[in-house]
């Protein structure tokens, strides 16, 4: 797939109900933080929207880190049967503006008791397709030799 119908693919992932989203950052430290269920969102211009809701978490410290230095996070999106990973580079935090109370209003809306703490927006450097059925047939077309022997001698289903 070209870089914009994975982006394309990526967007309707986050639309999707059946929809999960992680992301993982890298603290100064160099220790790995991951987040489930992570909200995305893709923008008009292509970048990667993550809704951070504690002022105070992990990810949120990282992110700045991350901000700062121009280090790379890492995210993955999965529907059930369509998988994608990326990673990219953190540009802005919104923590004010229309961004940023377009999400804050989205956030109250479904729960009022939740706190948007910033809005922050990916540049997505790299996305890539990590299907599993799409990997196995890449797999067996470029390197049949890494099938198990027990694959090559049964017949398949």
Known sequence: MTKEALKDALSQILQSADAVAAL???????????????????????????????????SNRDLLHSLWFNRVVSFAVSDGDT????????????????????????????????????VWE?????????SPQLLRNKQDTQRPFFRHLDRLITPEA
């Open 122 to 130: 990916i540049r997505i450097d790299d996305l890539e397709d990590v």
């Open 24 to 58: 993982t950052t890298i603290a100064a430290d160099g220790v790995p933080t991951t987040v489930i269920d992570a909200e995305f969102s893709v923008t008009e211009k292509g970048t990667l929207l993550y809704r951070e809701f504690f002022e105070g978490s992990r």
């Open 83 to 118: 998988r994608l990973h990326g990673y990219g580079v953190p540009t802005h935090s919104h923590v004010a503006g229309p961004l940023f109370q377009e999400h804050y209003r989205a956030t109250n809306e479904r729960d009022n008791s939740a706190d948007l703490a910033a």
